[in-house]
């Protein structure tokens, strides 16, 4: 009696998850989600479509797989940033983070630039986008705390408005760079934000 055994159907796929997601994020980053074609997308790669396909899915599931991507790596490093000794030392490391990433060859915030033009007719890319910025609000948040309890900002500091004003920094500067503002003006701006929001705060 001759016996079938089930063979994998053409060659096992050989690829590093993790370069792929960030060749498919750099692509985005450029042109977003609708302006980024197929062809675009397994050139950068290096894989075929239906390669690309058995991986991540279609063009939306690649651009979600990529968002999630930058996503926890981005709460990677706030996280470290968080972690510094003082406040000061702690936004000073975030923002400088911030610019690094957002100049990287003029492409600003990959969520801000990628995800907040999908945002208002695709409810998960929606979902993911104020998640996000949620989080980075408590993120804020508990670090204020952190200061207030090491007695680097009064007892009675508006906690939920310096938050606020952190927060709003970020997205400047991330459509600044998407605009073209250079690492120096960047910097420039982050040096007095914070000059204004930390003594304002102090009071």
């Given amino acids: 009696m001759v016996q079938n055994s089930a063979k994998p159907r053409g060659r ?17 980053w450029r042109q977003g989600l609708a302006g980024v074609s197929l062809d675009e997308l397994t050139e950068a790669t290096g894989l075929h ?27 990677d490093w706030i996280a470290a940033a968080m972690a510094e000794p003082t406040l000061e030392e702690s936004l000073s490391a975030f923002f400088a983070r911030d610019i690094e990433i957002y100049t990287k060859a ?17 409810p998960e890319i929606s979902a ?11 993120t804020f948040r508990r670090r204020l705390e952190k200061a207030v309890a ?17 927060a709003a920094l970020n997205y400047d500067l991330a459509v600044r760079a998407r605009a073209g503002a250079s690492a120096a003006e960047l910097r420039a701006i982050v040096e007095r934000s914070l000059a204004f929001i930390l003594r304002a705060a102090a009071k």
């Avoid at 090491?150 to 952190?166: Q, V």
């Fill in 49 to 75: 479509k239906p390669s690309l396909y058995a991986a991540f899915g279609d063009k939306r599931a690649q651009y979600l797989a990529a968002l999630d991507s930058y996503l926890a790596m981005s709460r």
């Fill in 150 to 166: 090491a007695g680097e900002l009064p007892p009675d500091a508006d906690l939920a408005a310096i938050a606020d004003l952190l």
């Fill in 106 to 122: 003029g492409a600003g915030c990959f969520m801000v630039t990628t995800a907040t033009p999908e945002a208002r007719n695709d």
């Fill in 12 to 28: 096992p796929r050989a690829y590093d998850r993790d370069k792929t997601l960030m060749a498919l994020r750099d692509v985005f």
């Fill in 128 to 138: 993911r986008a104020a998640a996000a910025m949620k989080a980075l609000d408590r």
